[in-house]
């Protein structure tokens, strides 16, 4: 199920949560003596999140009663799961918003969720705090009714709060949106919507035109805009946002933010002739070395955050964002960020602080996501297919062969950055099962250091076998597509992955299937048989460092905004190792063409 569109459920369904300990090993546990705390058939679904629409794992939106907001479940109308598909740790989001809370910004509460539909085991995500009434009333007290906008990239562009005057000099609220029912608001009212004397957007229009207008670095311009925003918090949350490396909020993109009104203290009700702003924080599984446009956003200028955009917009412009960049040029302002920043480095952002956090967070994602990351590879009956980099001759000859791990550096000023052989970026996977014993049919083979790796009693060990999987030696393969500019064209492209290396190997059984003359059916003990025999090429390490050099388009059509040189370094593997006999990224090695179809026919002929 892959709603695109809110599905309304129907018939029997019925939405129900319960406690579970992080520790529990069973899959999906069942209720502890609590018993179930929350159920309810009135509910919707739909899938959420830009990365995640189209991936394995989808986040999730519930809402627990459509249309109607006095329903909650845990104190909230609507549920945020979020896939955290893209962050291999699990726990970037819960390190990001504990951060938040500690340095007193408004942030939204995270926990840990199993998830289950129709008892299949969809895996660990994380439950966020939806930002609604709710969350305001929390965190404003009785400054609670006030206008609630969130940020997109929408009718008006990104929410970049630049200031907005029309043709005929009207620069009002009626600038930051086309129409109320626009169904992609860039500003979108969350509260006071449909209340035609308070969704005019004026004060919004009010802090836009406070923030752009002045001498930034003079003492007025900094009383103007403390007087309608809450500027403390707001760069307390900017020192943290560069420490994290976080770029798909408030600043490269710039979206994926709340901005709430609730009027001065004791003037609620004023609150839209006279607004004071917080900037609430959303959105952090982008952070921590999460990049998709080879910048390091760790790096960014500490006082200049657009410079470090470029990547981001193709090489045509920089992100614009005049909350950051105007206030940082205001030396009071600059010197409170800077302070906060340090005073972070020395605390809550220091290798000891941060390590303490993971080590606190592991115990509560490991049993939940090792369900999911090994499964259903890691179970018995499945032949779990690794990935390797494999070299081929001009003439298509055998060059060699390694297990798939890749290190990227950047061609920049002449120079490779980082230096050879780079930052890890992808790789095959493997490893020891937590959960299943050692099979029968690898109990010759694997190493025992590698079935004990958890300690105890030998253990399951992936994968059983390898193909090529790097998609710098991967396939190329040609589809009719349609292209930025409209069109509908062929066009070719490499392709890599585990899920090139496990469609090559069904090939392959089907190819052993035909020449034996009968399906071989449950595989792994006939691969594991041929284990150390000519069937099969052993997979090593290279002896000296291999790479290859990668041009791309950096719009990934032509070279009409340049191109991204890149040296690709085979074999880094992180934490496994690629070694002569079996290892814990390659299995028993690829199959060696007709030697293998050869020997399975041979031994299913016995």
Not at 568 to 589: I, S
Request: hydrophobic share 35%; glycine share 10%; with cysteine.
């Amino acid at each position: 199920m892959r709603p695109e569109e809110p599905v309304v459920a129907s018939g029997n369904a019925r939405i129900g949560l319960w406690r579970a300990s992080p520790g529990d090993q069973r899959v999906i546990p069942r209720p502890d003596d609590a018993g179930v705390l929350f159920t309810t058939t009135t509910f919707s679904l739909v899938n959420s999140g830009n990365k995640t629409k189209f991936a394995p794992k989808r986040s999730w939106k519930v809402d627990v009663d459509p249309g109607d907001d006095d329903d909650k479940i845990v104190g909230m109308p609507r549920l945020n799961l979020k896939s955290m598909y893209n962050d291999p740790s699990q726990m970037r989001e819960a390190i990001a918003w504990a951060l938040f809370r500690q340095a007193n910004v408004p942030a939204a509460r995270h926990t840990y969720a199993r998830v289950a539909i129709n008892d299949g085991y969809q895996g660990l995500y994380s439950l966020i705090e939806q930002v609604d009434k709710g969350f305001l009333r929390e965190r404003f007290g009785s400054n609670d009714r006030g206008n609630l906008y969130k940020a997109y990239c929408g009718d008006v562009g990104c929410a970049t709060l630049e200031h907005r005057v029309g043709s005929d000099g009207d620069d009002s609220g009626r600038q930051y949106f086309t129409r109320h029912d626009h169904p992609d608001l860039t500003y979108r009212l969350k509260t006071n919507e449909d209340d035609n004397d308070l969704n005019g957007y004026d004060d919004l229009a009010d802090l836009a035109r406070v923030v752009n207008a002045g001498d930034f670095g003079s003492d007025a311009f900094r009383a103007t805009v403390e007087d309608l925003f809450d500027v403390r918090s707001f760069l307390r949350w900017a020192s943290l946002n560069v420490l994290l490396g976080s770029w798909d909020n408030y600043f490269a993109t710039p979206a994926n933010y709340y901005l709430y009104n609730g009027g001065q203290r004791g003037a609620a009700k004023d609150f839209l002739d006279k607004p004071y702003f917080t900037f609430i924080p959303w959105d952090y599984d982008n952070c921590l070395g999460i990049d998709y446009f080879g910048t390091a956003w760790q790096y960014t200028d500490l006082l200049d955050w657009p410079a470090n955009t470029k990547a981001y917009h193709q090489g045509k412009g920089l992100s614009r964002i005049p909350l950051v960049s105007n206030l940082l040029a205001n030396h009071d302002f600059a010197q409170y960020y800077l302070d906060h920043l340090e005073h972070l480095l020395d605390t809550t952002f220091t290798p000891a602080a941060l390590t303490d956090r993971m080590t606190a967070l592991w115990p509560r994602v490991v049993p939940s996501a090792y369900h999911e990351a090994d499964f259903p590879a890691s179970h018995p009956l499945v032949t779990a297919v690794g990935g390797t980099s494999l070299g081929v001759s001009s003439s298509d000859g055998y060059l060699f062969e390694t297990g798939w791990g890749t290190a990227s550096s950047t061609l920049t000023n002449g120079a490779w950055d980082p230096a050879p052989p780079g930052n890890h970026i992808y790789g095959s996977g493997g490893g020891t099962s937590l959960f299943y014993a050692e099979p029968d049919y690898q109990k010759p083979v694997v190493p025992k250091k590698l079935a004990k790796a958890n300690g105890g009693k030998p253990a399951r060990v992936v994968p059983d076998v390898s193909l090529v999987g790097d998609p710098n030696t991967g396939m190329l393969i040609g589809q009719t597509q349609t292209f930025p500019d409209g069109t509908t064209k062929y066009s070719e492209y490499r392709l890599g992955g585990t899920s090139l290396s496990s469609p090559l190997m069904a090939g392959v059984m089907a190819l052993a299937d035909q020449q034996a003359g009968r399906h071989h059916g449950f595989a792994n003990p006939a691969l594991y048989a041929q284990y150390g025999t000519p069937a099969y090429r052993d997979t090593v390490a290279p002896d000296q460092p291999i790479a290859v050099v990668r041009n791309d388009y950096l719009n990934s059509v032509d070279a009409s905004d340049g191109i991204k040189t890149t040296l690709r370094t085979f074999d880094q593997t992180e934490g496994l190792h690629t070694t002569p006999g079996y290892d814990d990224v390659t299995g028993v090695g690829s199959p060696n063409g007709q030697r293998f179809l050869a020997a399975l026919a041979a031994a299913a002929a016995r």
